[in-house]
């Protein structure tokens, strides 16, 4: 065999396959922190990977996505491009990392203050709250939402992170994102974050009132959605139960059982007519 013969021919370029691994990328790919013994140098490294986190964010602000490198990134943050593959592999993968520290922010102030308020108003508080955190990044990240709107394949993966970010929330506010309406609920809230933060790049008041208005409306109009979605939920229990029983393992065991005593029935029928014949 020849040693042509022998090579595959590469593989023609397969969006879905990209978008999965950008997400694998952006969501998981970031290397875990070291454990390291001095708790001195454990905080040095974190320190580092949030310069790395800023100094892209900055980058994005200046720049188009597309024409920020990895090694611009490094310049930044004052780091060779050594170390910086140390501590991510990827723009995307820092920008998973941002999300994951901005959720961060918003835990660890949630309190049991708005136990008692609607479940609109809690996720209305959590919400504003990661508003604050995310605002001394406004501008970078602004452009990357308008990279997002650019690159449909990344955009599918900043979707996932987005996903995971918002469950969070949920949690946050006391609210379920679990059972077959929790999907809804966490794409339907990053659709409606997307419009909010197409608000909150053009809000220029220090108080936010535009953005807050547009968070009340989403939050309402999701408020509706959900509970449709859960009447049709309702409705459709008994037709799920239903299918499960139909499609049980048991009653497929008993199916072939009652062929055969069915079988047996009509054999026993034609024996008798043969007799009387």
């Given amino acids: 065999m020849s040693t042509q013969d022998s ?15 950008a997400e694998a990328v952006m969501d998981e790919g970031t290397p875990r922190e070291p454990e390291p013994s001095d708790t001195g140098a454990h905080a040095t490294h974190k320190d580092k990977r949030k310069e790395i986190i800023v100094a892209l964010i ?21 780091l060779t491009l050594s170390d910086f593959r140390d501590f991510f592999p990827s723009k995307g993968a820092i920008l998973a990392a941002f999300s994951r520290m901005i959720d961060k922010v918003v835990l660890d102030g949630t309190s049991d203050d708005l136990t008692a308020e609607p479940a609109k108003e809690r996720l209305f508080d959590v919400l504003m709250r ?24 990344s955009a599918v993966a900043l979707n996932q992170v987005a ?3 918002m469950r969070f929330m949920l ?25 909010v933060l197409d608000v909150w790049f053009r809000d220029d008041d220090p108080a936010y009132a535009r953005t807050m208005a547009a968070l009340d409306r989403e939050l309402t109009r999701g408020q509706r959605l959900v509970a ?38 009509e054999e026993e029928r034609e024996e008798r007519r043969a007799h009387t014949l």
């Fill in 7 to 21: 090579n595959p021919e590469p593989l023609p370029h397969d969006p879905l396959k990209a978008a999965v691994e």
């Fill in 58 to 78: 900055e980058l994005a602000a200046e720049h188009r996505w597309e024409d920020i490198t990895m090694t611009d990134v490094a310049a930044r943050a004052g």
């Fill in 130 to 153: 990661r508003l604050d955190a995310m605002a001394p990044y406004r501008e970078g990240l602004q452009g990357v939402m308008e990279w997002a709107r650019r690159d449909p394949v």
């Fill in 163 to 165: 996903v995971n970010s």
């Fill in 171 to 195: 949690e946050a506010a006391d609210i379920s994102a679990e059972g077959p309406v929790g999907s809804i609920k966490l794409q339907g809230l990053v659709l409606a974050w997307s419009r």
């Fill in 228 to 265: 449709r979605a859960e009447d049709v939920n309702r409705l459709a229990a008994p037709l799920r139960s239903l299918a499960r029983a139909l499609l049980s393992p048991s009653r497929s065991r008993e199916t072939p059982r009652t062929r055969e005593r069915w079988r047996d029935v």
